[in-house]
């Protein structure tokens, strides 16, 4: 499975992102963003099931979300209310999930998101 992400750049604190990952196939994984900031160790933000189910991760909860389209294969993150304390290389993912666990399996190249005034 190949994944590549688009979408990344600056943006002034309380401004909003998307980021875009096109997947070679997306059918039956969840898919899943992660962000690592410098020298900080590299973090889930969220994922969501084939069938829906989702995580996030308390610090974005309420102001990302995941999305995805099987038909297009496809998955996106949109990003609001950003804080410079989102200041990242945010990864897309495939993998697995059970309940509340998630477990990848395939990574895209990464992206940079800057958020600052």
């Known amino acids: 499975v190949q994944l590549a992400e688009s979408g990344g750049g600056w943006v002034q604190p309380g401004g909003s992102l998307r980021l875009s990952c096109t997947v070679s196939e997306i059918t039956h994984w969840t898919v899943a963003w992660y962000r690592q900031a410098p020298e900080k160790e590299r973090e889930l933000v969220g994922f969501l099931s084939d069938g829906g189910r989702t995580k996030y991760a308390d610090s974005v909860k309420n102001r990302f979300t995941i999305s995805r389209d099987n038909t297009k294969n496809t998955m996106d993150l949109q990003m609001n209310s950003l804080k410079p304390e989102d200041t990242a290389v945010y990864y897309c993912?495939?993998?697995?999930?059970?309940?509340?666990?998630?477990?990848?399996?395939?990574w895209g190249q990464g992206t940079q998101v800057t958020v600052s005034s």
């Open positions: 993912t495939t993998g697995r999930s059970v309940n509340t666990d998630y477990y990848p399996l395939h």
